[in-house]
Structure formats: structure tokens, C-alpha cells
């Protein structure tokens, strides 16, 4: 039998143009994790002015969630990673879809078996379960391999006779893998580096399910390869498999791709894999969108992240490009992109780092650019003009990590309080604030201007008459209820500003609704 030792260069280039591809399964709404490796393959493919493809394995009918696919292709949309051949885009290898390849697989399927390197397999579950009883009652372990396969019910222990009769008879049946008994796998992960697997430690995996659905391990061999796939970069989940998935190339007589398995994404505390349960634990969102009613949380872009940040802080995780810049666009990391100085260790996700990269990119915006934003985010900015409302962002920017913070901040300017903070207006609350509130009125009332400086000035002289009268009203006295009256909490931007911007008629108006609480 052929001796199975594949041994790949770490900088071996492959004889055709650099197309990788992102093959998320449609159970459920797009990981973060799932979303790393997109940008991970996204950068290569355009770093290497090659294709990123993006391709739907829906082989698994039963797991298969409505909208899940919609749901991918818009959270890479909203992150700028758009696919340049996929489902929606078309192109010259597809289908994108596993589920229309299925004659694909069935094709490529015989030939294995007609080669000898696949066969049927017709064992019921009741008697696998025998099997593994028996081994584990005599302190084994269970393996379908060269070890057992004669033993059992298949066309390699069945005679080509009895297989014709049990295959006419529509007995049911898997296709497995016929791996070699005594063979070394060995291959260069670019990321790990050599790895090495003694072949008699495997089983025959399933290629082709009982229910006539090709498996992940025969169904991404055959895209890979149909689509010209040279860079295979994915999760460290996968890193068990490839030995099966080498010795699938080879049985075909097919070039390999290059491979990387890039680490796991870890929770918040450093413990295990970032999870729905780890993220929602931590109260981390672990989706890009929000995704109906499954999560407790929302996305990231419900929270106000910015999507150059998101992909700023994810490219960080495992990568690094060997410097101390950490601030990058998406092109940017195209040019630094290097898929050798990804991390073999897992990496933690922080929160906190993430919401830091969304300050900084978020400072970086104009007025004009933050006010489209905030309005696709839903918020009603009508009340203010353009010019104004980018005077107000360029200085909430400043006090804000997300933009719901800056929503936040600058809520104010755009409408009277909805409701008022109650521990604030414990504090800012006294036996002269309606009084004090009421003589303010006044003041506001015959001030000529709305300028900001004169405002500062008329504020300030009705504090300084204050402290001097017989009840010794200090500042705090004031401007506390006064910034209640306008925000409706204690902090915020400069109370003047905020007078000036919504004007003296709409200042009176948010301090006599006050005033009618008190």
C-alpha cells in the first residue's frame, strides 16, 4: 500500500491565483468567532489581490434555521467584508450553495469507491451500539477502522454479490473513508507549523450520510477543489480533521491547498471558548446584528459599535502586526495583513478594549459623519439644523464610547427630557430650588442673546447675586436643578451650550416642566 506522508513548505506557492473561501453553515445567526475568520480571509484574498469567496454549506437540512443565510451575508455586508463571488453575487465555479452541488458529491463519491479508497458501510445503530459495549466493558475503546472494519457489515467484509443485493434491496447505509492502517499524515500548517498523525489512530469517517447527504469532510474537499480554492484558512475546530482531508486530496489525485488554523476566540474571563452563555454571562454580545428574540443582548452594531471598529478590534485578536500601531482601517490591515503572525495560542476577548478601538474610531468622524449615523441608528434629530447638530456631535464625541453614549449626551439638544434621573434629583433638590428656579426664569427670559458667552456671563451674575443674598444660595443650588430641568441628570455637556443650542424659549419652557415636579 502507498505511503501516506505529505509534507508541505511553509512558503510554498501554489500553481493558481489566491482564492480562499468563508463556508459558514446556516444554523443560526454568524459568530464573532465565525466573522474573525471571514476577516482573517478577507484580508489574505486582498492582500494577495486574489478572491474572496464566500459559500453556504446548508447540507445539514435538519439544523438549517430561516434567515440564517440572509442574516450572514448582511453581518459581512455591515462589516465591509463583501464576498467578490457568493450566492448573491454569482460567479463562474458555483453553485455557492452545498445543497445544489448534490450531484456533485455523488459523482466524486463513486469515483472514490470504484478506486477503493471509500465503501459502504450497512451497520445498523442498534448493532454499533453493541460493539461499543463490548469494547468498553473489556476496557476498549470502539474505533470503526482497519482494526474492527472486517468484523462488521460492509462491502469490504460483504462479498461484491451480497453489497449488489443489500444496495438493490435499498438497505440503508453510510459511505465511509477506507483510511490506511499503518501511514504517517504529515503537512505544515502555516499558523502550527508541521503536524503529524499516525493514520491507524483514525477512523473511517462517514463521507455520506444515511439520509443521502454528503458530510462537511467529502463536501468541502470537493468545493475546495471545484472552485479552486488555494488557501484554506479556518478554525482551530477543524485542525483534527485535516489529516482525513489530506489523505481525501490524495486519494483523488488532487493538489492540496495550503492550510491554517487560526485559535479559538476566549470568554471574557480567559475560561474557554466565547460562547452565546460565556458572552451573555459576561454581558457581551457575540453577534455582529441583532438577532431576533435568541439572545438576551444585542448586536454590536444595536450597541452603537462602529463596524471599522468592530473589524479593528477583531483583526487584534490572535493577530498582530509586529509593531505598536493597534489603530487600523479595513485598508490598512489589507496592506499589514500577515497570516504567519497569527497567534497559535487562543486569544481573550475584552469588552472593554473593544469599546477603546470604538472611542477612537469614533473621534475620527466628522459632525456631518456621526449625524448620518446617528440617524441610521434611529435617532430623530430633526429638531436641530445640520450645521448646529455637527457643532453639538463634534463636542459630545468627546465623551463618548458607542453611539448610544453619544445619543446619550446629546439627546438633550434634540427634545426635553423624557424622564429625570432620581439620584440626581435627590441631590440637586432643596428647599429653595423652586424658588431659585422660578427667579431664573426671569433671567433667562431678559437676556437679549442666545449667544453662548452671554449666557456664561448672564448665569454667572445670577449665581454671584444669589451667594450674596440673605439665604447665601450657592452655585451648585442652581446649576444642579437648572441641569436637571435641561438633560434631566446631572452630567453632560457645557449647561450654556446646551441653552444656546435649544434656544431661550425652549430653556424656559424644560424649566417650568421641572419646576411643576417639584
Not at 464566500?54 to 439544523?63: F, S
Not at 439644523?385 to 449626551?409: G, H, M, P, Y
Not at 447675586?465 to 443650588?477: D, G, L, V, Y
Not at 435649544?502 to 421641572?514: Q, T, Y
Amino acid at each position: 500500500m502507498k505511503n501516506y506522508c505529505f509534507i508541505f513548505d511553509k512558503k510554498r506557492q501554489v500553481s493558481q491565483k489566491v482564492r480562499v473561501r468563508f463556508a459558514p453553515s446556516p444554523t443560526g445567526p454568524l459568530h464573532v468567532g465565525g466573522l474573525r475568520t471571514a476577516l482573517f480571509n478577507y484580508l489574505f484574498a486582498k492582500q494577495n489581490k486574489g478572491v474572496f469567496v464566500l459559500r453556504i454549506e446548508d447540507t445539514d437540512k435538519k439544523r438549517k434555521v430561516l434567515g440564517a443565510e440572509e442574516y450572514i451575508v448582511n453581518a459581512l455586508g455591515w462589516c465591509g467584508l463583501t464576498a467578490d463571488e457568493s450566492m448573491v453575487k454569482g460567479g463562474e465555479l458555483g453553485p455557492y450553495r452545498q445543497s445544489e452541488r448534490s450531484h456533485l458529491y455523488k459523482k466524486h463519491l463513486k469515483r472514490l469507491i470504484d478506486k477503493g479508497f471509500a465503501y459502504y458501510a450497512f451497520d445498523s445503530e442498534e448493532a454499533l451500539d453493541l460493539h461499543r459495549e463490548t469494547h468498553q466493558k473489556n476496557g476498549k475503546t470502539f474505533i470503526y477502522n482497519w482494526h474492527n472494519r472486517l468484523k462488521l457489515k460492509n462491502s469490504i467484509s460483504l462479498s461484491e454479490e451480497k453489497t449488489q443485493e443489500l444496495l438493490n434491496a435499498a438497505e440503508p447505509y453510510v459511505v465511509r473513508f477506507k483510511c490506511p492502517e499503518n501511514q504517517t499524515i504529515k503537512t505544515t500548517d502555516l499558523i502550527r507549523g508541521v503536524v503529524e498523525v499516525e493514520s491507524g489512530l483514525l477512523d473511517d469517517k462517514i463521507l455520506y450520510k444515511s439520509d443521502g447527504a454528503p458530510t462537511y469532510h467529502l463536501a468541502n474537499v470537493i468545493d475546495d477543489h471545484l472552485m479552486k480554492i488555494s488557501h484554506v484558512i479556518r478554525g482551530e475546530e477543524w485542525l483534527p480533521s485535516l489529516a482525513l482531508h489530506c489523505l481525501l486530496y490524495e486519494a483523488f489525485g488532487w493538489e492540496k491547498p495550503l492550510f491554517a488554523h487560526i485559535p479559538l476566540i476566549l470568554s471574557p474571563s480567559g475560561k474557554g471558548k466565547l460562547s452565546k452563555r460565556s458572552g451573555e454571562k459576561a454581558d457581551v454580545p457575540v453577534y455582529p446584528l441583532a438577532w431576533g428574540k435568541e439572545s438576551k443582548i444585542d448586536g454590536y452594531k444595536e450597541e452603537g459599535i462602529l463596524p471599522e471598529a468592530l473589524i479593528n478590534f477583531m483583526a487584534m485578536l490572535g493577530w498582530g502586526p509586529g509593531n505598536e500601531k493597534e489603530l487600523y482601517t479595513l485598508e490598512e490591515l489589507v496592506k499589514d495583513f500577515d497570516v504567519s503572525k497569527i497567534s497559535s495560542a487562543g486569544a481573550q476577548f475584552d469588552f472593554e478594549k473593544l469599546k477603546w478601538f470604538n472611542l477612537k474610531h469614533l473621534r475620527k468622524k466628522s459632525g456631518e459623519e456621526l449625524l448620518e449615523l446617528l440617524i441610521s441608528f434611529g435617532c430623530n434629530t430633526e429638531s436641530l439644523s445640520k450645521e448646529k447638530s455637527t457643532e453639538v456631535l463634534n463636542a459630545a464625541k468627546e465623551r463618548s464610547n458607542t453611539l448610544k453614549d453619544l445619543w446619550s449626551v446629546c439627546c438633550c439638544f434634540y427634545g426635553p427630557p423624557k424622564t429625570y434621573d432620581e439620584e440626581g434629583r435627590k441631590k440637586a433638590i432643596s428647599n429653595s430650588t423652586k424658588v431659585v428656579l422660578e427667579n431664573l426664569l426671569e433671567m433667562l427670559g431678559s437676556l437679549g442673546s442666545e449667544d453662548v458667552e452671554n449666557i456664561k456671563v448672564g448665569l454667572h451674575e445670577f449665581c454671584e447675586e444669589a451667594s450674596k443674598s440673605k439665604q447665601n444660595i450657592k452655585m451648585r443650588e442652581i446649576m444642579m436643578p437648572l441641569r436637571m430641568a435641561m438633560v434631566g441628570s446631572l452630567s453632560g455637556l457645557d449647561i450654556s451650550f446646551i441653552i444656546s443650542s435649544v434656544g431661550i424659549k425652549e430653556s424656559c419652557s424644560r424649566v417650568s416642566d421641572f419646576i411643576k415636579t417639584l
